[in-house]
Nanobody, 122 residues
Framework: QVQLGESGGGLVQAGGSLRLSCAASGRTLSSYNTGWFRQAPGKEREFVASISWLGANINYADAVKGRFIISRDNAKNTVHLQMNSLKPEDTAVYFC???????????????WGQGTQVTVSS
């Protein structure tokens, strides 16, 4: 089993950047595909980005493609989400997730962090 914890959220103006980090404890994160999801108030949880356990396969939601970059450092047991050119519609709680077969669907992930709030002001 792996425990996940997100950090790096906060308040930023539109056009700014934030870097989210997902740190793992327990089993090594390098054993899992890792994804980022987000959930805004009153909306369903949606896929943001995913990276396979070796980093060879990366996927982005259309809404963030070209602005967000997912990466992983297996030596440090962490996954990052670099978010650039942020927009007010990016405001949400961002969750890190890990799973053996995780890709773009939240049902594919067995382990979840508690989430970190990202707020983008206009």
């Amino acid at each position: 089993q792996v425990q996940l914890g997100e950090s790096g959220g906060g308040l930023v103006q539109a056009g700014g950047s934030l870097r989210l980090s997902c740190a793992a404890s327990g089993r090594t994160l390098s054993s899992y595909n890792t994804g980022w999801f987000r959930q805004a108030p009153g909306k369903e949880r949606e896929f943001v980005a995913s990276i396979s356990w070796l980093g060879a396969n990366i996927n982005y939601a259309d809404a963030v493609k070209g602005r967000f970059i997912i990466s992983r450092d297996n030596a440090k047991n962490t996954v990052h989400l670099q978010m650039n050119s942020l927009k007010p519609e990016d405001t949400a709680v961002y969750f890190c997730a890990a799973g053996s077969v995780g890709n773009v669907k939240f049902q594919q992930y067995a382990y979840w962090g508690q989430g970190t709030q990202v707020t983008v002001s206009s």
